[in-house]
């Protein structure tokens, strides 16, 4: 009987697949990337945030809701540069990657047949879904420090009346990089368990449903019960804004759902028959 | 130690079933057919055996390991070709199998992969996307073997080829052999079966229906004799049940058109009370043999 030797790490496959996430990712990043400037280029001119926010404000409390809430006042810079962290476009491109890549990587080369080739080397099921748990939760970090990036050259190519808050900001990004690493745990949890439309179609509507959930938490003062139950709670920008320390509380929250949706999805993976 | 070893394997999905209680071993350096119509559960077996499946109950061992469902155990040992072989359509041959190879031990294959390219005739540079179904086949032979393992699982390898490449992948397969190496090689082509195979198993609906070496698979299956009775001389009648074994299936003015299992024996000392002119038998080949396999199976041996 021959000695028991662990299979090496598939560093190989990493890098195949992160070289093929690349162009994805860089696209993303450019768009985040611009959006933060976008941003910045409005509101620190006062005449285009006055027009911006009465044209808000016409569009109803419900739009305002849905782009930034209590946060779109006039003099509040940071909260006004914090519109370009949560912002439906920006939400659209992280669930983009968030959704996208875990389903790819693992549903898609199910589905492509691609799976049978990979497994049939010296590389194990749980090494593949390391590889791809890590590519989703790396590229969606390296997102949010764009997203930062954005702000800290915004700040430096425009002038603000006030002090732009960089430190609190960086709370934010880590804490929404924190939110969309969650996010890609569950939709490595439904590429674990479902074929790549089906797992799509899980993560999107999760998503979609918990932001239509703060949206209707904030705008309606009855049900503001919901609040806890949408993982966007969780990434509290007043709070972080007002509060010095970081919100250990909120971060614990997702990084729980995050440890509970990616390990759930690895137990599923590993005992699962890919449908090859 | 067998180097591939089936034991009382079965799968099953849901209520479906994959393969029943299935047994059988397979020595070093053997090349071993392993036959069955379609959903018969040969992919279902090789994918047990290179542990992409999890079997509901019994077990597979290569050489000496047990293996375990996504550990890919022994995997740097195994060259395997897949049912259908597909890819990363982006990807160039060359580019494909080495990150195939890296992924194992396999760092030193780029000599090996030049050398079964230039014998199966085939374009490393090309995207896979703009190969033809051969040319795709070829990049999964050569997947297969240019690591040179010493187990090779090989499902369908000769699908989609032409048949000079067929004979040149039916050489290799030889070789790779000789040098050592076993074989496992599931075919729908019994001619190709018969040609390189020392044993074979035959599988119906997920079981084992035969073990055994290709020529005696291939006693087993109807001969044919045709004889010629000398011209004027009535053709004598063959009663059923008469000769054990030896059934008419035509019967002319001057000829006779017999099938008859087992010896010729019987059937020659009736044939000598009569004027023979002459004798013509043809050799039955391991596809006749199979059909017979599975009418006979099946309940239809007329």
């Known amino acids: ?276 | 130690m067998k180097a591939i070893e089936v034991e009382t394997l079965t799968k099953c999905y849901g209520s479906a079933r994959g393969v029943e209680d299935l047994s059988f071993g397979i020595e070093k350096g053997e090349i071993f057919g392993y036959l069955g119509p379609n959903g018969s559960g040969k992919t279902t077996t090789i994918r047990c055996l290179m542990g992409l499946l999890r079997p509901t109950s019994g077990q597979c061992c290569i050489l000496g390991r047990r293996i375990i469902h996504g550990k890919a155990t022994e995997h740097n040992q195994i060259g395997y070709l897949p049912g259908e072989f597909r890819a990363w359509p982006g990807l160039t041959p060359r580019k494909l199998l080495r990150l195939l190879a890296r992924l194992g031990n396999g760092n030193e294959v780029d000599k090996q992969q030049e050398e079964l390219a230039e014998r199966l005739d085939l374009d490393l540079d090309r995207k896979m996307r703009a190969l033809s179904k051969g040319n795709r086949q070829k990049v999964g032979i050569i997947y297969a073997f240019q690591h040179q393992p010493e187990v090779l699982i090989l499902d369908e390898p000769t699908i989609g080829l032409d048949p000079l490449i067929r004979q040149i992948v039916l050489d290799l397969i030889r070789e790779t052999a000789q040098a050592g190496a076993t074989i496992l090689l599931s075919s729908h082509d019994l001619s190709e079966v018969a040609a390189i195979c020392g044993r074979a198993a035959i599988l119906r609906e997920g079981r084992l229906v035969e073990l055994a070496p290709i020529s005696k698979i291939v006693q087993q299956g109807q001969r044919l004799i045709k004889v010629w009775f000398v011209e004027g001389t009535p053709v004598p009648e063959l009663l059923a049940g008469e000769l054990p074994g030896v059934r008419v299936i035509q019967q002319n003015s001057n000829t006779l058109h017999v099938a008859y299992q087992g010896t010729i024996d019987a059937l020659l000392k009736w044939l000598a009370q009569y004027q023979v002119d002459r004798i013509a038998t043809t050799e039955t080949s391991l596809e006749d043999a199979f059909i017979q396999y599975y009418r006979k199976e099946a309940g239809h041996e007329s």
């Open chain 1, 1 to 276: 009987m021959k000695a028991k030797h662990r299979p090496p790490f598939p560093w190989p496959l990493l890098r195949f697949w992160t070289l093929r996430i690349l162009p994805a990712w860089f696209l993303i990043a450019l768009m985040i990337f611009l959006v933060q400037l976008a941003i910045c280029g409005i509101v620190h001119d006062n005449e285009r945030v006055k027009a911006m926010l009465q044209y808000i404000d016409m569009l109803g409390p419900y739009i305002k809701a849905f782009i930034g809430g209590d946060g779109l006042q006039y003099g509040d810079i940071a909260g006004l540069i914090a519109v370009g962290y949560q912002d439906p476009l920006v939400l659209l491109l992280y669930m983009l990657f968030a959704v996208g890549v875990p389903t790819a990587l693992l549903a898609g080369e199910v589905q492509r047949g691609t799976m049978e080739l990979i497994l049939s080397r010296q590389t194990t099921k749980t090494h593949v879904y390391i590889c791809a748990g890590l590519i989703t939760v790396v590229g969606m970090y390296a997102l949010v420090i764009v997203m930062f990036l954005g702000t800290v050259v915004s700040t430096n190519l425009y002038d603000f009346e006030q002090q732009v808050p960089l430190y609190n900001f960086f709370k934010l990004a880590v804490n929404g990089g924190i939110l969309a690493s969650a996010v890609g745990g569950i939709a490595l949890l439904a590429a674990a368990c479902f074929r790549r439309g089906m797992a799509v179609s899980i993560t999107v509507a999760y998503l979609v449903v918990n932001y239509f959930i703060m949206i209707i938490a904030q705008w309606w003062p009855r049900m503001k019960w919901l609040d806890p139950v949408t993982i966007f709670n969780y990434v509290d920008g007043g709070k972080i804004f007002s509060e010095p320390g970081w919100p250990m509380g909120d971060m614990c929250v997702l990084i729980s759902l995050l440890v509970v949706s990616t390990v759930l999805g690895g137990v599923v993976w590993w005992r699962r028959d890919l449908p090859l």
